[in-house]
């Protein structure tokens, strides 16, 4: 595990920045939750993915074999094709559409969980201002 503060759980969440850097917010696992849930806290908002999103897109990414830009959209958005944030949607991954577990905040898929995969030793992430990328590292946890 990279240098995160946090142990992943609701009472030590892990500490996360955005991969541009310019905001942060918690993340822990929610294996009670039906389905068992990734959290993710921005300020008082708090965002729900299928835990299951951390193992798919590692996979995914390893079957992409290289870089993929992120993108990021909230769910009333569009998401630029062939990033990150478009998988988390698309009716072809593993979760058969959307990682994103609570209508009205299902998006920002692409900047809220690379960086989780990221802590967890499992992908490398881009950081600059904008336009950012993803590529996986490493074996499955």
């Known amino acids: 595990m990279s240098k995160v503060q946090g142990k992943g759980t609701a009472a030590a969440p892990w500490l996360l920045k955005t991969p541009p850097g310019s905001s942060e917010f918690t993340a822990h696992l929610d294996d009670s939750a039906d389905p068992p849930s990734l959290v993710v806290k921005v300020g008082k908002t708090e965002l729900r993915y299928h835990a299951r999103c951390i193992e798919d897109l590692h996979a995914m990414l390893r079957e992409h074999g290289d870089w993929m830009p992120l993108g990021s959209a909230d769910e009333q958005k569009g998401a630029a ?10 009716k072809t991954n593993p ?12 998006g920002r898929f692409g900047m809220y969980v690379p960086p989780v995969l990221e802590a967890l030793g499992l992908a490398e992430v881009e950081h600059a201002a904008k336009n950012n990328r993803m590529r996986a590292l490493g074996k499955k946890r």
């Open 81 to 90: 094709e062939g990033t990150v944030e478009a998988w988390g949607r698309a």
């Open 95 to 106: 979760v058969g559409g959307w990682y994103g577990l609570k209508k009205g905040l299902r």
